[in-house]
Structure formats: structure tokens, C-alpha cells
């Protein structure tokens, strides 16, 4: 990577700067997507996730996160940009798109995770109580509530959640509404 790779994105100039940017970086992207039929959009609401693209049936728009752009440097945006034009490719080629062989098989041909990446710092830590899986979670989903309920998918054992922050930590559900009581600031 060059020095000139490394540079922040932001804070772009303005929406329609980044708008910009996101359409001439698209052409250079080895992948056969119509990019004349999609939309840009900035998104100055969101709050984790730096990119999204939705297909409404009549087009597809790619949205983009402001605070992404802020925060990220120049070749971490634009892994957001290609992955975000994978899942526009996958609607344009198959109709539908999700992070399923399709998407993976580009992801890995571009460079790109299958995940986009977040811009916030995490909320809550879900562990597993064996082996050395552990997620990163921005908000109470029912598996943070309810760690009981689930089981760890690679080995079979039960889940504990821990708020970061204030480092309380729960394995049920009491556990977590105890936590919730305790915790000042969730």
C-alpha cells in the first residue's frame, strides 16, 4: 500500500464529495455491475454499519455511512464501496443478494470481508463459556438477553454476555435484567 492509500477519507468536503468518490471508485472495481442504474446515497443516521445496499424491486441504492467516512482511511472505505457493489452485482445477477458462496467467492476475489465493517465501539461482548468464540454486539438482541436460550455453534456450550463498560456479565435472562437494573449508562 502506498502512503497515499493510508489517507483518512474525512472528513469528506461534503455528501455530494463522497457521492463522488464513490462513483468514480466504482469504475475501477474489477466486477461486471451496472453502475450507471445505481443510486448513492449518505446516510448521516447510522450509527454502525458504514454501508448497506438495498434493491427495492425498481433499482438499487448504496448507502453510505457518513461517520464511516469520517473515521475510516481511504482503503478501508473503499473495501466498504466494494462490498457494498458485490451485493449490488448479486441483485443485478441473481435477484437477490446475501453474504451466502456468491458473495464470498467475490468478497475474497476483491479483498473484501464478508462483513462490513462497524465504526462504533461495541456495547456488549457475547462469549462462549468453552472454547474462544466471541462476537462484539451494539445493542440487546435476544441471544444478549436470553444467553440461555443459545448455544455455541462451533461447540455446543452454553453463552455469557458482558456490558464493556461497566464489565457486569450474565449467562440468563434474570441475569440480564439484573444487569440492566445495575448498570447507570447502558
Known amino acids: 500500500k502506498t502512503g497515499r492509500d493510508r489517507r483518512r477519507m474525512g472528513p469528506p468536503a461534503s455528501h455530494d464529495a463522497l457521492r463522488d468518490h464513490a462513483r468514480s471508485y466504482d469504475d475501477s472495481v474489477p ?15 447510522a450509527k454502525r454499519r458504514a454501508g448497506v445496499c438495498r434493491y427495492d424491486g425498481d433499482g438499487i441504492t448504496i448507502r453510505l455511512a457518513w ?63 468453552n472454547c474462544a468464540w466471541t462476537a462484539d454486539r451494539h445493542r440487546a438482541s435476544a441471544v444478549v438477553t436470553s444467553p440461555d436460550a443459545r448455544r455455541c455453534g462451533d461447540c455446543g456450550a452454553r453463552y455469557e454476555v458482558e456490558h464493556l463498560a461497566s464489565s457486569e456479565r450474565w449467562r440468563t435472562a434474570a441475569g440480564y435484567r439484573g444487569a440492566r437494573e445495575r448498570i447507570d449508562v447502558w
Request: a negative charge; one cysteine or more.
Open 31 to 45: 466486477l461486471d455491475v451496472e453502475t450507471d442504474g445505481l443510486d448513492w446515497e449518505v446516510s448521516t443516521r
Open 67 to 129: 461517520r464511516a467516512a469520517e473515521r475510516f482511511d481511504r482503503a478501508q472505505f473503499e473495501r466498504v464501496i466494494r462490498h457494498e457493489l458485490i451485493h449490488a452485482w448479486e441483485y443485478q445477477t441473481a435477484g437477490e443478494a446475501g453474504h451466502g458462496a456468491r458473495f464470498r467467492e467475490q468478497a475474497s476475489r476483491l479483498g473484501v470481508s464478508v462483513t462490513c465493517p462497524t465504526f462504533a465501539t461495541p456495547r456488549l461482548r457475547l462469549e462462549c463459556t
